[in-house]
Every structure is written in C-alpha cells, then in structure tokens.
C-alpha cells in the first residue's frame, strides 16, 4: 500500500510529454514479448545489411547438391549445390524490404482513402468507395507483375507494385471503423471542441483504429511476402538462380519455392530452414504489432513485471519507484 | 413544498423583460429511418432569458435531448430539421450552413453530455481536450489556453489540477470526469450551456456536488442553461423554470414555484405521482401505464391522450395549444381552460 502510494506520488511528480511517452514505453514493453520481437527483427536487419559480406559468394556446384547440415554447409545446400544460408541472408533483405514498404504502401493508401470516405462521407464517400470497387476488381498479381516487368525486377518495384494494387481491403476496413466511430457522443463532443474534419481524423478516429490497422498491417507485411514470391515465379524469364544468386527483386521464400519441394524425398533443411526463418519473421512483427497496440492506447494496464527486472534492480539501488500496481 | 426548492432561486427569472438569449420558435425535427420517418420534435416553443435555468423534463424519448442536438446541428445520420427557428444572438441558427455552425458551438453554446464514457477521447490527456476549445476557436493560444484551463479545473474543484491536466480520461473518477466536461464546456465563456442529463451518471452524493458546482459557476458568469432531464428532484433543486415534454411536444411551461405549487397538465400529474415526493414519504409510486410512442406519424391529437386517463374524443383529435393559464404558466390540454378556470388535478 504504502509502495503503491510512494510510486504514485513519482508518477504524479513528473507529467508532461516526458511522463506520456515513460508510460507508452512501458506498455509497449507490458509483457516481454514486444521487446523480444523487437530485437529479433532488429537482429534480421543486422544480419541482412552485414550478411552479403560476411557469407561466402553465391555458387552453384552441383556436385554438392542437397547436402544435409555440416560445418561447412550449416543450413544444407538446395538441388543446384548453392549453400542455403547464403541464400536465406542474402534474400533475408529483400524479405525485409519487400514486405515492409508493400505492406506501408498499400496501409498507407488504404488508411488514407477508407478514413476520408468514412469522415467525409456523403459524395466524397460514394466515389471513393466505386473507386475501391474498382480496386477490388482488377486481378493483383497479374498488374503487379505488368508494372514491374515495366519498371524492371528490384525489391523496391516489387513491394510497390504490390502495395499499388492491394489497398483495397485495408480501405474497406478503415472505412467500417471510422463510420463506426463516427456516430456518437465523441464525435459530437470533438465538433464541440471547435475541431475540423482534419482534425476530428487524425486527433479522434485514427487513434481509435489504430490497433486493427497494425494488425492488419502485420497481415499485409505476409500477404506481401507471398504474393511477391508468387509474382517472381510468374515472371516468364524466371530462373531459380541466375548464377547462383536468387533472382533480383525476390525474398527467401523464393527458397523454400524452390527447393522446399525435396523435403518429400529427405532433404528436410530445405523445407525447414527458410520456412522457420520466414515464419519467426511474422511473429515477431506480430509481437511488436502487439506492442504497439499497447503503446498507443493508454487504457492498456502498465506491466506485471516478469520480463523486465532491471527497474526492480535500479529501485532497489535507490533509484527511481517503480509502480507495481500499473 | 419544500425549503431547499426556493433557496435555490435566482432573480433573473423574474426580470420579464429581459429579452430572451435563445429563442425556439415551433421546431420540427424527423428523423429518415429505415422503418420510416420518426417525428421526433412536433412543434417545440421555449424562450431562455440570460443567467436562467431552463429545465426540460419528460421521459426518455419524449424529444428533449433531440430538441437541444437539433439547435446545435449534431442530429446525426438521418435527422432534419423541417421548420422552426432558433434564435440567438439574433441569428437563426437552425438556418445556418455547418461551417457558419462552427462558430457558434462549443464557442457561444457550451454542452455537457450525459455519456461520461464516451464524452472525452480516450487517447488524448483530459487538459488538453479542454484546452482544444479555446484553441480551435482561436479564443486564445495554446499556452494561455493550458494556464486558462488549469485555473478553470481549479475553479470547479479538481484537485492537483497541474497533474489531472495530464491524465488521460479513463484516470478519473465519474465526478472527476463530470466535473472536466462542465469545464471544458464553459472553458469558452458561452452564453448558454445544454445540459444534457447532466448528472445521471454519477451517484447522488457526487450528483450534488457537480450540480453545486455549475449553477455557482453559471450564476457568477450570468450562464443561461438549459438542462434536460427526467429527476424532478434535481429540476427543482436548479431549475427556474421548467418545460415539460412529451411527444415531441411542450405539455406544460411555467416558473418552478408555480410548477410546484400548482402542476396542471395529467402528465405532469403522472410524473408527480411517479416520482418521490419528500412531503408525502409514505405514498406508493405510482408508474403512468403505457410507454412513450416512437411516432411513426404525427400526432393528430395530444400525444399523451393513449395514456390520459382524462382524454376524450376531443384530445384524440386535436393538439391543444399552450394556453395561459396563470402569469407565466402556460398548459396544452384540452382540459384546461383559462386564465380563471384553472383548478389542479387531483393526483391520480
């Protein structure tokens, strides 16, 4: 009681933007796994920028094909000899580009014309929705592909393409959630307060439909990923490796489309390696997904403490009260 | 009646001259909804004269809320005002395009809502949603706004108000929240505040305290409100004078000592008897059988006529015009005479 109480008072001796962003942080970190996603993915970046010059050339030798882990080879070589850890980091950058400026790109146009539809509403509404329809309509993967052939096979063009051609869900979604806050006791309270349709948008619906945009931005982050791998095989000049290297413009899923098929006669490392890569990858952006969802909504309760000790540590030196409670 | 009713009196009621600060002429308000058209406000008639409680009392669903939204244009999806005026500051306000609307809320006509959950954002700190009044209405900037609104929560008695200026909503208490709402509608120093149920969600105690609050921070800035609501115990504590409604429609008008001393029209005799009365503790509630209409047409007749226990042919028929009866109080019944026939109903 007396604990709760001391910590109170630190919490009420500093407010300001210092003591909002201390209490966002704290959220974010609320269960430990946001953190732990958080480094994993940093991880990723690390070994996707420091990889290409550490791993050793890309090759082909068939005479080492589907070889099984060693030392030399630790995640195995693919059915043309090339060493499938050099192929998983070099693709790993791809995989991280791809999928993040795709899935932000289609998030981005998809937020922005489902949230004006939604607060506008009336004509504004009617004709961006027709113009969703038409979104909806057009057959992604085959547009995508049209764009990139034109603008040549890079990780940018692709995750472009893709983000250019798959907002579609996202505004229908951003717009059923600003309509469904649009209406009510807050809104009317934000008109009161003087407030614009800018700012009633960003100030009162885009926090409140935040947290199912990350999710959904997380989603998008996979879909991306996968309908890039697919748009990459769809390419009529496709070749698995062109001398050794996965062809520009792709991810390491490439590899598991590649060779994950030998998992059926034995060679499993094919399967497993890349898939397990790619899979952490999502959940740890669903973790920080997670995270963030806490970060941004201050109702979230602050932590129970069993990831994060080192306060409890710093407290214990006399440093500053932590509080217990939340 | 009581002691505690009179004290809380102002005089500016009794000033009949003083002209009016809004004025509501014969509003009609429909709402389009898909099982057809709902007639929410048939023709509503009120007048608040400057630093006078107005309250408005009726059901739930007798227009009151609606009444008060439609004047400040928040109908929400569906609903029109299809004639009447509104007039303040010699401006109509019903005939006014949203942005020229703009101005006017928030700025000259503060409301305090009902709905304590919903009334703030959740995601900002509660100072700052005040605060965002005086700066979206360009009444001051950002940082004489934060001084401004501190002294003001001060004024309505938050404690600590430096550190509540940073807490988010969900961080206080009903009374806390209340109490931010009336400062963040009153911020702007309007003419007139809309009290929409003020104080029903919060506990009786707390209930008192926050309507203390606002009629000694109304009366020190000479603020008409005009307060809706179905406690008559909380109208008479406040209130100067007093509309009753139903249907969409003024049944009875008068100052509160008069409504007190001598409620005329049946439904006020229904609510009377339905409501705990100090003086007579031992007398059984007594609910008005029926439940109030969702009027799908117009009322031809009084809409209260179904559940009169004293309608005739005549009040099915026709709607009674608000008709004098006494200075200042005026009735819609057909069974209400005139000026020197009026006689109370006996209690039902």
């Known amino acids: 009681m007396s604990f709760a109480a001391i910590s109170d008072w630190h919490e009420r001796a500093s407010h300001g933007r210092k003591r909002r962003r201390r209490l966002a942080w704290r959220r974010f970190c609320r269960n430990g796994l946001p953190v732990i996603g958080l480094a994993y993915i940093a991880l990723l970046f690390i070994v996707a920028i420091v990889g290409p010059f550490v791993t050793r050339q890309p090759t082909v030798n068939i005479f080492q094909a589907n070889q099984s882990p060693s030392w030399a080879h630790p995640f195995g070589t693919g059915q043309y000899g090339q060493d499938l850890l050099t192929q998983i980091v070099r693709g790993l950058g791809g995989t991280l580009l791809i999928g993040v400026t795709g899935a932000a790109i289609s998030v981005a146009i998809g937020l922005i014309v489902g949230m004006v539809a939604g607060v506008f509403g009336g004509f504004i509404d009617a004709v961006l929705m027709r113009l969703t329809d038409f979104a909806f309509s057009i057959p992604t993967l085959i547009i995508a592909l049209f764009i990139v052939v034109v603008t040549g096979f890079s990780a940018w063009n692709v995750g472009l393409s893709i983000g250019l051609v798959t907002w579609a869900g996202c505004a229908r979604l951003a717009r059923g959630l600003a309509l469904s806050v649009r209406n009510g006791t807050l809104i009317d309270s934000a008109i009161l307060a003087g407030g614009s349709r800018w700012y009633i948008a960003t100030r009162y619906v885009l926090p409140q439909i935040a947290s199912n945009m990350i999710v959904f931005f997380v989603f998008q982050v996979a879909s991306v990923l996968f309908q890039s791998t697919t748009l990459i095989a769809l390419d009529p000049q496709y070749v698995p490796l062109t001398g050794g290297q996965l062809p520009p413009g792709s991810n390491l899923l490439l590899n598991l489309l590649n060779g994950g098929g030998g998992s059926y006669i034995g060679y499993r490392w094919l399967f497993w390696f890349p898939l397990g890569v790619y899979c952490s990858m999502v959940i740890a952006l669903l973790w920080i997904g997670d995270g963030l969802q806490a970060l941004l909504n201050p109702q979230q309760p602050l932590p129970r403490r069993w990831f994060a000790a080192w306060p409890r540590l710093r407290a214990a030196r006399g440093g500053k009260g932590v509080n217990m409670h939340g | ?348």
């Open chain 2, 1 to 348: 009646m009581a002691d505690f009713v009179v004290e809380a009196r102002t005089d500016f009621s009794n000033d009949v001259s003083k002209q009016p600060v809004l004025e509501v002429r014969d509003l009609v308000v429909r709402f389009e909804r898909a099982d057809g058209v709902v007639h929410a406000v048939n023709g509503v008639d009120f007048a608040v004269r400057p630093g006078e409680w107005l309250g408005i009392i009726g059901e739930s669903g007798s227009g009151k809320s609606v009444t008060l939204m439609s004047i400040l244009g928040l109908l929400g999806e569906g609903g029109r005002v299809i004639r009447g005026n509104a007039w303040f500051n010699g401006v109509d306000l019903v005939q006014l395009s949203d942005r020229q609307l703009r101005t006017v809320r928030g700025k000259d006509i503060g409301v305090v809502f009902q709905n304590l959950a919903e009334g703030f954002n959740p995601y900002l700190p509660i100072g700052s949603q005040i605060a965002e009044v005086l700066v979206n209405h360009r009444l001051c900037t950002r940082r004489t706004a934060h001084r401004r609104v501190i002294e003001f929560m001060h004024e309505l008695g938050i404690a600590d108000a430096k550190a509540r200026f940073q807490q988010y909503p969900h961080e206080l208490s009903g009374g806390m929240r209340q109490r931010a709402m009336i400062a963040s509608a009153i911020v702007s120093e309007p003419k007139v505040i809309f009290a929409d149920e003020p104080t029903t969600a919060l506990d009786s105690t707390v209930q008192m305290q926050v309507l203390a609050l606002l009629t000694d921070i109304c009366r020190k800035r000479g603020t008409a409100v005009v307060m809706v609501t179905h406690d008559l115990g909380v109208a008479a504590h406040t209130c100067d004078r007093i509309v009753v409604m139903y249907g969409g429609v003024v049944m009875e008008e008068a100052p509160i000592d008069e409504f007190l001393q001598f409620p005329t029209h049946p439904y006020t005799l229904g609510l009377r008897a339905a409501s705990f009365d100090p003086e007579q503790p031992d007398r059984p509630l007594r609910p008005i059988p029926g439940v109030a209409p969702v009027l799908l047409e117009a009322p031809r007749g009084c809409p209260f006529a179904p559940r009169c226990h004293m309608a005739t042919t005549v009040c099915r028929e026709r709607l009674p015009a608000l008709r004098q009866t006494r200075p200042e109080h005026r009735v819609a019944c057909h069974h209400v005479q005139g000026e020197n026939e009026h006689e109370p109903y006996p209690i039902p």
